[in-house]
């Protein structure tokens, strides 16, 4: 397995969106579960138990709907992966219809031992969200952002090492991924809040924070500033990386395949490769 120590922008980018589309489709991410493994005494790898409880869970609410008459949804979940204290567990946003949450929360025990083999008292956490605050919660979720990307995402005060993680780092559901991102048209800077008027009724049953600002959700629109986009960005750390190594290193200006690779390699991407990225 691929050892990770960082979150990625591109990974971070379409988690981020996945929350927003969840709240779009109308079936925002209600619960947010962290479940802790316990890697010394399972027989079975983190990853893997994690992908048997997700799919146990879809098994389970696919027969609920079956045997009620109701028609088929597809899962809808985000999960990031974290390791700060040699203490692996997962950070898992999942949309559990409201009449099925006291059972999942009553299976969810039962699934973690029956696929690790061993269950503490501490291993999972349950917290109900207000998908007015969803934001929040996904930027909690990606603090463990690459350290030359916090600034982007505004992240400053809250990015953070989250430890080595063997495995994807960050999981999404297809229907809320990049395919189903583009498929759908939906446009975060401007279709945000929409599901607000979208669905009235959902929105009536959560009430906002006291603190709660259109400035946060949506500050690309709602103020003066001007942030830049992705590509824009990439630049910006492109010529940053290349002034750090001219000025540190023994690398002459006229070694320029050498110093780009030594910036690819940093990075993740050539200067070349930046106007052909859609993300």
């Excluded at 489709?25 to 010394?40: E, M, Q, R």
């Excluded at 953070?160 to 395919?179: D, E």
């Excluded at 259109?214 to 500033?225: F, G, S, W």
Aim: proline share 4%.
């Amino acid at each position: 397995m691929i050892t990770t120590n960082y979150i990625n922008e591109k990974s971070a980018y379409y988690f981020l969106r996945a929350n927003d589309l969840s709240r779009h489709h109308g079936k925002p991410f209600n619960l947010f579960v962290t479940i802790s493994f316990d890697c010394k005494n399972s027989k079975q790898h983190y990853q893997k138990v994690f992908s048997l409880i997700n799919r146990a869970k879809n098994v389970w609410i696919r027969n609920y709907n079956n045997r009620n008459g109701l028609p088929r949804e597809a899962p809808r979940s985000a999960c990031v992966f974290e390791n700060p204290h040699f203490n692996v567990h997962a950070h898992w946003e999942v949309y559990i219809p409201s009449q099925l949450i006291e059972k999942f929360k009553e299976k969810l025990p039962r699934w973690l031992k029956r696929y690790q083999g061993v269950i503490h008292d501490d291993s999972i956490d349950i917290q109900h969200i207000n998908p007015h605050t969803l934001k929040t919660v996904a930027n909690y979720m990606i603090k463990g952002i690459k350290p030359e990307w916090k600034a982007f995402y505004h992240l400053q005060s809250r990015a953070a090492y989250q430890g080595a993680i063997q495995g994807q780092r960050v999981k999404l559901s297809r229907n809320l991924g990049r395919t189903a991102l583009k498929r759908s048209g939906f446009n975060a800077a401007t279709q945000r809040n929409e599901w607000e008027t979208l669905y009235p009724e959902l929105s009536s049953q959560y009430s906002k924070p006291a603190n709660w600002s259109i400035e946060e959700v949506i500050p690309q629109v709602a103020t003066e500033r001007k942030f830049p986009s992705m590509k824009e960005f990439r630049r910006m750390l492109w010529k940053k990386e290349r002034q750090r190594y001219l000025s540190s290193t023994s690398i002459s200006t006229g070694s320029s395949a050498r110093l780009n690779a030594q910036i690819v390699k940093q990075l993740g991407y050539s200067v070349g490769s930046i106007e052909n990225r859609d993300w």
